[in-house]
Structures are given as structure tokens and as C-alpha cells.
């Protein structure tokens, strides 16, 4: 039976994998979810510990699926070595989350997130807002973040810390690495992508027609992509 290992990013758990869980487990697919530390009632630890956390949720043959964040966690944890994906399919993720030079979200609009802190509702509604911006369902993937409870706020700042770290150089050992892109992404832009297609070489893109969450939007035709990758 295919294995999918599925881990959300910042802001929103695992949640945010119900319309692609369900299509994948109509499949035939094992579906396994992999959340951050302190998200959906998981422990919390510290944040070095994160990427060993869900190299422990992923079992060895697996087709590990990760969204921003997580995706950025899930190559973080492939330097540790300690985990083997069958294939590694990253959904929104660039090289870099912040970048001053138009490859990443600019410096002072990821400083109006730590700002944000203090009022955690407030702040993941303006972001649900980015993550749908631009794409052509937009009212579905808002819908589909409204209802989602915030995780601690501690969980919350730990997740920032991450995303402003440098991606690493994980080995690739001939691993089918799939990056997974909205075009409308309007937290994640095109320089980004490239960016990090230049750093993982012989890793396969595919551009959809999305914003950042293509997943929520497209579940099926991101279904048809794992399926290749299976």
C-alpha cells in the first residue's frame, strides 16, 4: 500500500490536509500525518528538535508531502540523515521565506507577523487572506482555514524563528524531489522557487494554477501529481 506522510506549515495543522486525505485514502493510499510540535495537541520541544520530531512520523518508503514550513523542515531533516522517503514532494517553498532582493516575502511584512503575536486570531485570519490570495478558489481556501484553531502562541514564534533560517543543502541520494507551485503564490514568489531549484538540482517542478495552498484549492490534481511520484 502507498504511504503519504503529510505535514502542514505555519499557522494551520493538520487540518488543512482534509480535502487531500480524503481523496488519497479513496485511492488506496495510507495517509499519516506528521504536524509540527506544539500544533493540534502535540507536545511541544524545542525548536533544533523540530526536524527529528517528524523524521520520526515518517516511516522509511513513504512519500513525505510538506507545505512551506513543513517543507522547509522536511529538507532540514533530510540533512540529519535519520529519515528515508521513498519521494519528497514540497508544496509552496522557496529557498528563501524572507529576502529583500524580491525572492521571498519582504523583510518588513514578515515583521508585521511578529507584531501580530499578541493577538494570534488576528494574525492567522491576515494570513489565511495571503494564502488564498490570488488563487482561483479563493473563497474555498479561506472557508477552509476560518474554522481552524490557532496553535499556542509559543508554537506560533518558534515557527517564525524557522522560517527565517537559511535552507540547508540536503543530500540527495537519488531522491525524487517534486516541487509543487502556484503561480499566483503570493507568499512565495517565482525568484524563490528558482532559487531553490537551483539548490536541489534534479528536483522536478510542476506549476498549477493556484495560490499558496494548492492543496486546499486543487486537492484532486495534487492527488494525479503524488500519484506519479508513488
Known sequence: ???????????????????????????????????????????????????ATLSDSVPEGAVWVAWSLGGRLALQALVGGDVRPSALCLIGVGRDFVSANGAGLPPEDFAAFRGGLSEPGRLLRRF????????????????????????PREALAEGLDWLERPLPRPPMHG????????????????????????????????????GHAPHLSAPAAVADVLEMLA
Not at 506522510?5 to 486525505?21: C, E, I, K, Q, S
Not at 490570488?134 to 474555498?140: A, E
Open 1 to 51: 500500500m502507498k504511504t503519504a506522510v503529510l505535514t502542514h506549515g505555519w499557522g494551520f495543522g493538520d487540518a488543512v490536509w482534509r480535502p487531500l486525505a480524503g481523496i488519497l485514502a479513496e485511492r488506496g493510499w495510507q495517509v499519516r500525518l506528521a504536524g509540527l510540535p506544539g500544533y493540534d495537541a502535540r507536545p511541544a520541544c524545542p525548536p533544533d528538535a523540530w526536524p
Open 128 to 151: 489565511a487572506a495571503l494564502v488564498a490570495h490570488g488563487d482561483p478558489q479563493m473563497r474555498r481556501v479561506r472557508r477552509a482555514l476560518a474554522d481552524i484553531e490557532p496553535p
Open 175 to 210: 531522491l525524487p524531489i517534486l516541487l509543487l507551485h502556484g503561480r499566483r503564490d503570493a507568499l512565495v514568489p517565482e525568484p524563490a522557487v528558482q532559487a531553490l531549484e537551483k539548490m536541489l538540482p534534479g528536483a522536478r517542478r510542476t506549476t498549477m494554477d493556484a
